[in-house]
């Protein structure tokens, strides 16, 4: 079974508009973190965010914030105001305590249209 | 400046010979990862080493090959046994475990392609 689902295979907005990726994960660990990466066409993916298990807070970072709900298993992550800087791939990842590997979700591909 | 390299960036060869793509991070990271990453199946690990002289399957190990002599690299050899190598291939190093909950850092990724 997948740990990390991102259904949304493609997006694309227009420039100034706001969108939300959506990452719902699966795992039985009471300890385990999210991350959130992000992969231009560079190639590179470039760690945007990591939040543990016991930390429920929401968090902005300028333009970005995520928010984590345990009870929906989910880990979304919204841009507002999109920029074309913007556009590249955006991967959801889970570790857990008990385990020794990453679980990415298959990416989203976000194109922001100027 | 601390990273990761990898090279080359673009690696062609021919069916039934080996390669092998370097990875080196001068981040003092005890962890290294490699992956795979094709079209629309996001990324799946190959091997992780969490120390020198030791490495540790994934996910998708056949077929490929690695050694952690030193704690600054990482080599990957795609041998011939490997059904479809044509792929990117990523390698990551991190600080710590990934049951700790360590962040990755990636290196920009090798494109073989296997003709």
């Known amino acids: 079974a997948q740990k990390v689902t991102q259904a949304q295979t493609e997006i694309s907005v227009v420039e100034k508009e706001d969108v939300t990726l959506d990452c719902v994960y699966e795992?039985?660990?009471?300890?385990?973190?999210l991350f959130w990466y992000k992969q231009p066409p560079s190639g590179e993916l470039v760690f945007l965010i990591r939040?543990?298990?016991?930390?429920?807070q929401n968090e902005i970072s300028g333009r970005y914030s995520w928010n984590f709900q345990k009870s929906t298993s989910s880990f979304n992550f919204t841009i507002t105001a999109s920029q074309v800087v913007d556009s590249a791939v955006y991967f959801c990842?889970?570790?857990?305590?008990?385990?020794?590997?990453?679980?990415f979700g298959t990416g989203t591909s976000l194109t922001v249209i100027p | 400046d601390g990273g990761i390299t990898q090279s080359p960036k673009y690696l062609f060869r021919k069916e039934g010979q080996n390669v092998t793509l370097s990875c080196e991070q001068n981040?003092?990271?005890?962890?290294m990862y490699w992956y795979r990453q094709d079209p629309g199946q996001g990324l799946r690990l190959i091997y992780y080493?969490?120390?020198?002289?030791?490495?540790q399957k994934g996910d998708i190990a056949e077929g490929y090959s690695v050694s952690r002599e030193k704690k600054e690299s990482f080599p990957l050899t795609v041998t011939s046994a490997q059904k479809n190598p044509t792929a990117f291939y990523l390698c990551?190093?991190?600080?710590?475990?990934?049951?700790?909950?360590?962040?990755?850092?990636f290196g920009n990724g090798t494109r073989l392609t296997v003709t």
């Open positions: 990551a190093s991190s600080p710590g475990t990934a049951s700790a909950g360590s962040p990755l850092h």
């Open positions: 939040r543990n298990s016991f930390d429920e």
């Open positions: 795992t039985r660990d009471t300890t385990y973190y």
């Open positions: 080493s969490h120390i020198v002289n030791d490495f």
């Open positions: 990842a889970l570790s857990e305590a008990s385990g020794n590997q990453f679980y």
């Open positions: 981040l003092n990271h005890d962890a």
